[in-house]
């Protein structure tokens, strides 16, 4: 069952109002999760994680994300915008261009959804303390990675561990642009129903095909450096 009808979501999308269309399953066991990590997270951009609250040792939710309609990279204290087609450079500080992204993203979750339903997912690696400390960056970049990525994911995926239910959602920005989607409500529950297909075990991942299969493992670092390194740690804590 989906939670919102064709003149609900017409009437929203004419206003232009942010809307999170959803529907959701109850499930016995967590078989299922082996299938979504094999035919959900093998696409570009998207991602996994866990929410752990007030202390407790397994997360409540675990989320999936993916297609973003929006991506932003922030590197060598320059923003840039990305899209499917090009990478366009934003003007303004990073610090200031993150806030704006998190301030703008005001958006109401539908009563009896996780409160994780609509986010922007991404990472802030460590070298960000060079934008607000002055520090010397004299490490190699072997990584070619961003200091910061940021998504805005339009299909989520989200196991309530406690409820033992499953939710598919579309969420339907008021700014979205996405090429691949024409913004129609028979496309959006096309979509979620193919995220349930997503759910349907298979087979078993065969864990002793994956440790015996080669796998090459190299350090960026060399042990004579590595271990100066660390008599530099204990001499700093001491």
Known sequence: MINVTFNEFKKNHKKKNNQVIYSS???KNEKFLINIINNFLNVKNSFVFESVEKGKIRGRY???GKDPDQ???FNNNQAYFVNSKKR???TGTPEKIIEKIIENFKFKVPKGLPPISSIISGYFSYDIIRYVE???NSCTNDLNLPDVRLVRPVKLIIYDNFKKKIYFIFN???DQKINNYKIKYEDI???INNLKKL???KEEISLKKILTSKIKIKSNTSKKKFLKMVKSAKKYIK
Do not use: G, S, Y
């Open 88 to 90: 366009k450079k934003i």
């Open 134 to 136: 002055k520090i010397p």
């Open 71 to 73: 991506i932003w990279e």
């Open 172 to 174: 339907c920005f008021k």
């Open 199 to 201: 759910i349907i075990f």
């Open 25 to 27: 399953l109850k499930v």
């Open 189 to 191: 529950i096309k979509e």
């Open 62 to 64: 675990t989320i999936f």
